[in-house]
């Protein structure tokens, strides 16, 4: 079977994941999710923050690799903590990314 | 970010994509071949085919599910097509090919899939006893079912028109009109009568698993008019050149995306992947309309002069784009324009600033035909049939799909309103010409396969 865009062969998944995180900004983001992201057991390999299209952003990408929480369990904490800090926060695997946007 | 190959700018596109302009992956569709169910006696065949399909089907709905979760794109719908039941009914007659889809039925109920697609069958050079009994069940078989989508090949660019086919086809479709009258007709919206039907596409009504397909198979149909829409308004007065690489550009992404879904559903089913297949499929909700692109491109409204070459340059760009996307694109990959499924559509309609003759022009530069239209339920079975030649005519000659998906509402005439509730949409009901056809259609025979040479 050919090979899959983005990915070493089909199925195949890298572990790594996108977070994103978009709203007001105010103390305590960026340590409310890091803890939720270290309590799980993953890495965060790369962080970057800035002000696009009028919202605060900050975006991760983080390792899996070395997690036994599962994705979507790690979803739902990231989004119940992101419900509590008043902002709003998505995770989802860099494939879907690099498949859009890289030739 | 050092790490990634992309820049934030990027990852705010994809997700707002998603999130504002409702890009989907329209549907995960499982193909199965039936060839291996084939058994002496209707109750076996029956048997046979449940189990395969739920066997082949069982995690179909769980793996789409987590997929939609991990890439954050929705899977909207899950579905199955299952190889043409005319060829594995063997000595079925209709009261027994109408078993067979319930059977259907019932195994897509027990999958949790909304369709299950191929009570099908080819008779564009003739039809086998088979063939006919299929066509005499589909009145009953669409009414005792809720989610069996059947089709009908009259007619292809190889075998030319099958009339006689195309006249039960007409009386066919007011019978199943009749026999779902209590809600509006809605037999007939799953119900597609093709000519030159492909055999790997994705999408309902109209899709099946075809005789030369593998034994199973993953076709991905991805949509998203609200995405294409965004881009073009985003482009602004650009010429032409411009504004094509800029739907390209945006059917590109898309495909990749599909392509993603595809590859990573094909692994964790065990299925191997077939094809994606880009269609520009509205949905009723407001910005996810092909009318409002075609609006956008430059027109007042849909329906005026300029719809059909605007149609034709949408329909080429997102060819383009998607087959430098992919390398397997199939299905039929291309702008879908049913009314009743698109808001910009459903406006036109209400307005009467679209008519039956404008989008059978249209019909001839998009990827399908006339679908989800919604017309008097007086309309005589030789004038529904009189509509599929012209719409199968187009096909023959342009070498490319065309189908018909009308729906007589029974009971309902001009200016009366339809809902058919969910992506089916609602329409008003539009008028069709009221000349007979009938001598038209009663010759029967066969319309020759075209000259390939001399196309002018």
Redesign the interface.
Known sequence: ??Q????RA????SG?A?V?IIGADRVGIIAGISTVIADAGVNI????Q?V??DFF?M?M?VDLGASDVS??AL?ERLVRKGEELGVRV?????????????V | ??????S????????NMVRTEKLDIRTVTVGISLFDCVAGDGATLCDNIYDKVTRIGRDLTRVSA?IA?????PIVNNRIAVTPVSLIAGRCDAAALTRVAETLDRAAHALGVDFIGGFSAHVEKGMTRIDAGLIEALPTALAATKRVCASVNVGSTRAGLNMDAIAAMGRTVKAIAAATAAQDSIGCAKLVVFCNAVEDNPFMAGAFHGASEADCVVNVGVSGPGVVLRAIEEAGDVDFGALTAVIRRTAF??T??G??VG??A???LGI??GIVDLSLAPTPAERDSVARILEAIGLDGVGTHGSTAALALLNDAVKKGGAMAS?YVGGLSGAFIPLSEDAGMIEAAARGTITIDKLEAMTSVCSVGLDMIAIPGDTPAETLSAIMADEAAIGMINRKTTAVRVIPVAGKGVGDWVDFGGLLGRAPIIPVHTMSSRRFVARGGRIPSPLQALIN
Do not use: Q, V, Y
Not at chain 1, 10 to 13: A, I, K, N, S, V
Not at chain 1, 45 to 48: A, G, V
């Open positions: 079977m050919p899959a865009p983005g990915s089909p199925g195949t998944l790594r996108i994103t390999l790369d962080i970057s800035s696009m299209r952003t975006i990408m994705f979507d979803r998505e995770i989802e695997r860099e494939e879907i990314f690099k498949a859009m946007h890289r | 970010m050092k790490h990634l190959g992309f934030g700018e990027e990852i705010l596109e994809t997700i987590e979760r991990e890439f954050g794109i992404k898309i990749r995306a392509e993603l590859r990573a094909s692994a964790r191997p992947f390398s």
